[in-house]
């Protein structure tokens, strides 16, 4: 297959967060396309599980105008930072506990049809309660959910957690309960 090749970009915006550059591309066809890309830093979401439970937080978004409930989560904007030391920083900040190992178990593409933003996922395990720093009015406003795994699988399941890395990370955390059952010789299956 032919690769695109890319003709110019520019820097149309530059915010705290995003900027967005105008790409043009020449297609492998010969012709030209342009397209607008969010470029973001790149984020890790953490999985806080402790003997059969997960913690989340209930927030406000202001760009769905509600309250969603969602893993843990943060920019990687700190500068050289490893993504497992942003990970416990993110997990301390928003839940209040500091894990005593982080496992990468996953990356994914947020939405890749506009945007190049990285999300790495990460298993929490060994909690140690901290004091929360939150860092920001929405999560100084947030509230800690703790829920055992089976009711937050089947809250994925039925439509009533929606945030997308949420969801990508409660399903990552139970393909990574199966294994590690398996690993420990203990076939039961994972209730979902």
């Not at 820097?11 to 967005?20: F, N």
């Amino acid at each position: 297959m032919t690769a695109f090749e890319e003709k110019s970009r520019s820097t149309r915006y530059r915010g705290a967060v995003i900027s967005v550059d105008e790409v043009s591309l020449r297609t492998p066809a010969g012709g030209s396309v342009s397209r607008e890309i969010v470029r973001h830093m790149g984020a890790v979401v953490v999985v806080p599980y402790d003997e059969g439970h997960v913690y989340l937080i209930r927030q406000f978004r202001a760009a769905t105008g509600g309250y969603l409930l969602e893993l843990p989560a943060g920019k990687r904007d700190v500068a050289g930072e490893p993504p497992e030391v942003t990970a416990v920083r993110e997990c301390v900040e928003e839940v209040g506990f500091e894990p005593g190992r982080v496992e990468k178990i996953h990356e994914f593409w947020n939405s890749p049809g506009f945007c190049d933003e990285l999300t790495l996922l990460f298993v929490a395990e060994k909690l140690q309660a901290r004091a929360r720093d939150p860092q920001g009015a929405e999560e100084q406003d947030a509230e800690i959910v703790r829920l055992a795994t089976d009711q937050a699988f089947s809250m994925v399941a039925g439509g009533e957690i929606v945030d997308a890395k949420t969801i990508i990370g409660l399903y990552g955390l139970e393909r990574w309960l199966r294994r590690s059952a398996r690993a420990s010789g203990n076939d039961e299956p994972v209730h979902v």
